[in-house]
């Protein structure tokens, strides 16, 4: 059966919420910048926290069976607010001095944002990591034509994942006590074949 990737809805979040908590449970990045204690029921609030924001301000890409999800925002996206980053604040708990002590390279201007994406361990091999990935720069070609996107991973396989899709590595920061955060874009060069793929989703 072919997976579909499609624009999710707000009945979608706590089940997409809870498949990029089991994909990032063990994600060098999330491990560093949630605490331990109650990891897990953290990071799916967190998760949360987000995908809501991103439903309002941008586009959730979900799979069928919701094994898989990615986020996006364009570059004219605000940054979560009020009781929602108070929230994410308190989850963060101690590392929230550290997390925000981090200083990441500046995405180029105007580009759109691959904010998560992640694969529900279960579900891993079915190719649904590169069809989120195709959505997506789907999206950003028929919406934006001629923007870059930009994204951040802390996992080398993510990395080479990337790069099969056109992304390029532009910088490599180390976190203090922390993972290395590679940051990555993709030039719009393959525009046209990125809005079919959309259209065909």
């Known amino acids: 059966m072919t997976d579909t990737i ?3 809805v707000a ?6 919420a809870a498949t990029l908590a089991a994909a990032f449970a063990d994600y060098a990045w999330t491990r560093w910048s949630v605490p331990a204690d109650d990891h897990a029921a953290r990071l799916r609030e967190i998760q949360t926290l987000y995908l809501e924001h991103a439903l309002a301000h ?6 069928n069976d919701l094994r898989a999800a990615g986020a996006l925002l364009p570059a004219r996206a605000p940054a979560p607010e009020g009781a929602a980053m108070e929230r994410i604040a308190e989850l963060h708990g101690e590392r929230l001095t550290a997390l925000m002590g981090v200083e990441l390279p500046r995405r180029p201007s105007g580009a759109w944002d691959l904010a998560t994406l992640g694969v ?7 190719g649904l990591g590169s069809a989120v990935i195709d959505a997506a ?3 950003v070609a028929a919406e934006d034509p001629g923007a870059l996107v930009a994204l951040e991973t802390s996992d080398e396989r993510n990395v080479r994942l990337y790069e099969r899709h056109g992304f390029v590595a532009t910088a490599r920061t180390r976190v203090p006590d922390g993972p290395i955060v590679v940051s990555m874009t993709r030039a719009p060069a393959d ?7 959309s259209a065909a989703g």
């Open 191 to 197: 525009a046209a074949r990125d809005a079919a793929a």
């Open 6 to 8: 499609r624009r999710a």
């Open 11 to 16: 009945a979608d979040v706590p089940g997409a």
């Open 58 to 63: 941008g586009v959730v890409l979900v799979s």
């Open 137 to 139: 720069l789907g999206v």
């Open 120 to 126: 529900h361990p279960d579900a891993r091999g079915r």
